[in-house]
């Protein structure tokens, strides 16, 4: 018998695997855990995040807040989407009111936060991949990135740079709250 190799027997009930395919089925295995374990980080925590409806992005009135007690102190929202403005950060969490656009009789208008002494008022810590959406860029040349249909900001910046911007100024926003937490600013642009 020249040029048959000789081939330990396999185990009852078992199926014959060659070395080289155990090798490769192997190898796939660590690729795809690999692969899960990059895709539980920020896709998959974007993916879980249910699809709020959106409030009108120039809307006259604040928006209602039902079941809200303010009477209990300066506490997280009810998970949704927020027109408003960040009035503080300290730390991680940020103090952010409703806002409103009033009209104008020389302009188009401009957004305006609740008369003082009003106690509409909530706080949130930052997920820690909170996403932000500018509408002015990333760095303070940035230009105009802007969503043309929409008017919201479309450049994608770190949570380090929507803390900076938000310190400064009041900057008008869509603020999603999931889990009592803010897992995305997007601006609002207002020429």
């Not at 998959?44 to 006259?60: E, L, Y």
């Not at 300066?74 to 656009?101: C, F, K, Q």
């Not at 909170?130 to 949570?159: I, N, W």
Request: glycine letters at 12%; charged letters at 25%.
């Amino acid at each position: 018998m020249t040029g048959v190799t000789a081939r330990a027997a396999n185990p009852p009930g078992r199926p014959v695997i060659q070395n080289g395919v155990r090798h490769t089925f192997r190898t796939l295995i660590a690729t795809g855990a690999a692969a899960a374990a990059v895709l539980s980080g920020t896709a998959a925590h974007a993916a879980t995040i249910p699809d709020f409806k959106k409030p009108k992005i120039f809307g006259t009135t604040f928006q209602a807040d039902p079941g809200h007690d303010f009477t209990k102190g300066i506490h997280s929202r009810r998970d949704g989407i927020l027109r408003g403005w960040i009035t503080a950060v300290r730390g991680r969490v940020a103090e952010y009111e409703p806002i409103r656009w009033k009209r104008d009789k020389h302009t188009e208008g401009y957004f305006v936060g609740p008369p003082e002494g009003d106690v509409r008022a909530y706080a949130s810590p930052f997920a820690s991949g909170v996403r932000y959406l500018s509408a002015y860029g990333c760095t303070s040349a940035g230009g105009l990135t802007v969503d043309r249909r929409t008017g919201l900001g479309a450049k994608r910046c770190s949570g380090s740079t929507l803390i900076k911007r938000v310190e400064n100024e009041k900057r008008p926003a869509l603020i999603t709250v999931y889990r009592g937490k803010i897992v995305q600013v997007q601006e609002i642009y207002t020429p």
